[in-house]
């Protein structure tokens, strides 16, 4: 659909009419920037509203779409063009719809995958030092063991036996 032609054929009917933008745009209830949009091939009017604009016009949707009057021995050819015309659009529109629906899919997993990599470094970073502080505690454990003169013999399960060094 060519909207700067549809938009020509809107003001025509509009001037026809002898109605300013801003009398059509109160007709159907929006504003006279809308209409101007439309009449500068800026936009579209929006199909809850097609109808009645088109009544207000005097014109058809088939006409509107196709931005002109069309004559009854072409009127189904051109139905049938405008039919193919939208069908194209919307198809276009799905697509660009499930593109942007896979971009922010694909951006949403980054930022999860980005979100447990910081949460993976922190719980390394806190393991790393809660063992570091661990091995401190004991080391400083067994020296004080040491220097009172014992010796701490430790065992495979966890469990420890202090023993009073011998002196030889």
């Known amino acids: 659909m060519e909207q700067v032609k549809i938009g020509k054929f809107i003001t025509e009917c509009?001037?026809?009419?002898?109605?300013?933008?801003?009398?059509?745009?109160?007709?159907?209830?929006?504003?006279?920037?809308?209409?101007s949009k439309w009449e500068t091939g800026k936009g579209m009017p929006d199909s809850s509203i097609m109808l009645e604009l088109c009544n207000e016009l005097g014109i058809t949707v088939n006409e509107l779409l196709s931005g002109e009057v069309i004559e009854m021995n072409n009127y189904g050819k051109k139905a049938e063009e405008n039919l193919f015309e939208l069908n194209k659009n919307n198809e276009k529109?799905?697509?660009?719809?499930?593109?942007?629906?896979?971009?922010?899919?694909?951006?949403?997993?980054?930022?999860?995958?980005?979100?447990?990599?910081?949460?993976?470094?922190?719980?390394?970073?806190?393991?790393?030092?809660?063992?570091?502080?661990?091995?401190?505690?004991?080391?400083?454990?067994?020296?004080?063991?040491?220097?009172?003169?014992?010796?701490?013999?430790?065992?495979?399960?966890?469990?420890?036996?202090?023993?009073?060094?011998?002196?030889?």
Do not use: C, P
């Not at 509009?14 to 209409?35: F, H, P, S």
């Not at 447990?116 to 454990?141: A, C, F, G, P, R």
């Open 93 to 168: 529109k799905r697509k660009m719809l499930l593109r942007s629906g896979v971009i922010i899919v694909f951006l949403v997993l980054i930022l999860i995958i980005m979100g447990l990599y910081k949460y993976i470094v922190k719980i390394s970073k806190d393991n790393l030092n809660n063992t570091l502080s661990n091995n401190e505690e004991i080391y400083q454990i067994v020296s004080a063991v040491e220097e009172a003169g014992f010796t701490l013999e430790i065992k495979e399960d966890g469990s420890y036996v202090l023993h009073e060094k011998s002196e030889k």
């Open 14 to 35: 509009r001037k026809n009419k002898n109605m300013t933008q801003a009398q059509l745009a109160e007709k159907l209830n929006i504003t006279d920037r809308a209409v």
